[in-house]
């Protein structure tokens, strides 16, 4: 496919992915997909397809590096990788169902029903993270940041696995292994390894510290993005080429974001992540608004 892009800015971007992928123990998804498709103007299905490919490089120096500073718990990855799986080949398949469906009228206007589902579904999803981020670096301190059992964690149902790096005992692996199954279809749909959402839910829906979250989730999330990549490989939604030139940047820089887990405070982390947020949500909107202009400019 050919498909003209800045390769300097392709860099950039991947450095700062990395570098969010890195300190959150997220892909860097939430931020790669939307802005290839806002900034550089890739085609937004190809920009879910190949954030999915980049995030597999990011992933694996980001897990490697959390390994060795103790970070994470892999019982809750093994439970949710089966899950996951199911739930990516869903949402890649959906991915395509709304390419092939067309455009809707809006505004005067019209733009391509993919695009205002996922973008739609994007504003939604990182207004709702960024929000609980904020609201609670604002209301907890870094005393706080270690493991107080949250209302997922308390859940009884199925068998139940104790969890000794949180460290939290009796904690439902039916749930978690559900929770897979809805990580993997946002990651599927969306090009995210999913951590925008997981990480809220082990911090505030189980109780993780901040520290072993950001650990937590990222092995499920390398294999989640590697089906998801050859799901939407198939669907002709993947540039290799522009996967290889983001992975230049982000695989240096997930290792300086993951040291940074370290360095920076719990609610530094917190907030720091809710900025990022807006700031892609605010990068959509204007992107939405650019193409209805440009329609009514026509």
């Known amino acids: 496919m050919d498909i003209a892009v800045n390769v300097p800015a392709l ?3 991947g450095v700062a992915v990395g570098l969010v992928a890195g300190m959150f123990g997220v ?35 980001a897990l490697l590096r959390h390994k060795k500073l103790g970070q994470g718990e892999l019982r809750v990855d093994v439970l949710m990788i089966a899950g996951s799986l ?21 505004a005067g206007g019209s733009i391509p029903l993919v695009n205002l589902v996922l973008y739609g579904l994007f504003a939604v999803l990182l207004a709702a993270s960024s929000w609980i981020f904020w609201r609670q670096g604002r209301k907890l301190s870094d005393a706080l940041d270690e493991a107080r059992p949250g209302p997922l964690a308390r859940l009884r149902f199925g ?68 089906v998801g990549t050859v799901e939407h490989a198939l669907a002709e939604h993947v540039h290799l080429g522009m996967a290889c030139v983001l992975l230049i940047g982000s695989t240096l820089s997930a290792q300086l974001g993951a040291l940074l887990t370290r360095r920076l405070a719990a609610h530094t982390l917190r907030r720091t992540f809710a900025v990022l947020l807006w700031i892609t949500i605010a990068a959509i909107v204007w992107d939405v608004a650019r193409r209805l202009a440009f329609v009514h400019g026509a």
């Open 11 to 13: 860099i950039v971007l």
């Open 27 to 61: 892909g860097g998804g939430f931020l790669l997909t939307p802005l290839l498709s806002v900034v550089l103007r890739v085609p937004l299905p190809i920009a879910v397809g190949t954030g999915l490919c980049q995030i597999i490089g990011t992933a694996t120096v």
């Open 86 to 106: 199911i739930g990516v080949s869903a949402g890649a398949r959906t991915v395509s169902a709304l390419e092939h469906a067309g455009s809707v009228a809006i």
């Open 159 to 226: 068998p139940s696995i104790d969890l000794p790096r949180v460290p939290m005992r009796g904690v439902s692996a039916v749930g978690i292994a559900y929770l897979g199954v809805v990580l993997g279809f946002v990651s599927g749909l969306l090009g995210i390894g999913g951590g925008v959402v997981l990480l809220p839910v082990l911090i505030y829906g189980f109780g993780f510290p901040v520290r072993q979250a950001a650990g937590t989730g990222i092995l499920a999330l390398l294999v989640t993005a590697a």
